[in-house]
């Protein structure tokens, strides 16, 4: 059976580099890529601990590059600290170098060129906010056509968000962080009418 193509964007929070650990060990799927998204973290210790991850795990073939892309509602710098303390980790930096590559373009531009050589459809698992994905569309629109789906762990609905109002005055925990972040980039990618939109819930006592 051919494996399934798969290019990650994560923004850099502790859950997302447990989810670059879990899309590792899937041997079913061909991972094209990691992007990192400047959301909910540093760039830079985010990008050095998404690479030495990689290197762990055995992954240095998997290329990473950050994107430079903005957001409407930083992310608290509480949260974005976290990035700093999973680089610093000790089991990853007992080697002491780095061999995962860092591409020089930005992560936007990346994705363009994964999706554009990619020999068949991609999907993209993205556990941050959507605006990297909604930049490399704004850059080649012709990329849609390389996208098999999109996996998106972003927004709440009938559920309470995670946007609380001790830390974003005026919120009510209605809304969710990865959405929160660019809402208007969530608005360009669920209203494209070419992408379907199927809904899948997890519900957690």
């Known amino acids: 059976m051919s494996k399934k193509f798969v290019l990650m964007d994560h923004d850099g929070a502790v859950d997302d580099y447990l989810s670059v650990v879990l899309l590792m060990s899937m041997q079913e799927v061909e991972t094209l890529g990691v992007i990192v998204t400047p959301a909910d973290c540093y760039i830079q210790p985010a990008v050095s601990a998404t690479r030495k991850i990689l290197d762990l795990m055995g992954c240095s073939d998997v290329p990473v590059a950050a994107s430079t892309v903005c957001g409407l509602n930083?992310?608290?710098?509480?949260?974005?600290?976290?990035?700093?303390?999973?680089?610093?980790?000790?089991?990853?930096?007992?080697?002491?170098?780095?061999?995962?590559?860092?591409?020089?373009?930005?992560?936007?531009?990346?994705?363009?060129?994964?999706?554009?050589?990619?020999?068949?459809?991609?999907?993209?698992?993205?556990?941050?906010?959507?605006?990297?994905?909604?930049?490399?569309?704004?850059?080649?629109?012709e990329i849609e056509s390389k996208i098999q789906e999109i996996v998106w762990m972003g927004g709440a609905l009938n559920v309470p968000g995670n946007v609380s109002k001790d830390l974003e005055p005026g919120q009510d925990m209605s809304a969710e962080w990865n959405a929160y972040w660019d809402p208007e980039s969530d608005r360009q990618n669920l209203a494209n009418s070419n992408f379907d939109c199927p809904l899948s819930f997890r519900y957690h006592q």
């Open 74 to 141: 930083p992310f608290p710098v509480l949260f974005r600290r976290d990035s700093f303390a999973v680089d610093r980790l000790p089991i990853l930096n007992e080697k002491g170098t780095i061999d995962t590559p860092l591409i020089s373009e930005p992560g936007q531009n990346f994705m363009v060129r994964v999706l554009q050589a990619a020999p068949e459809p991609v999907t993209l698992i993205v556990t941050g906010p959507l605006t990297t994905v909604a930049q490399a569309l704004d850059i080649a629109p």
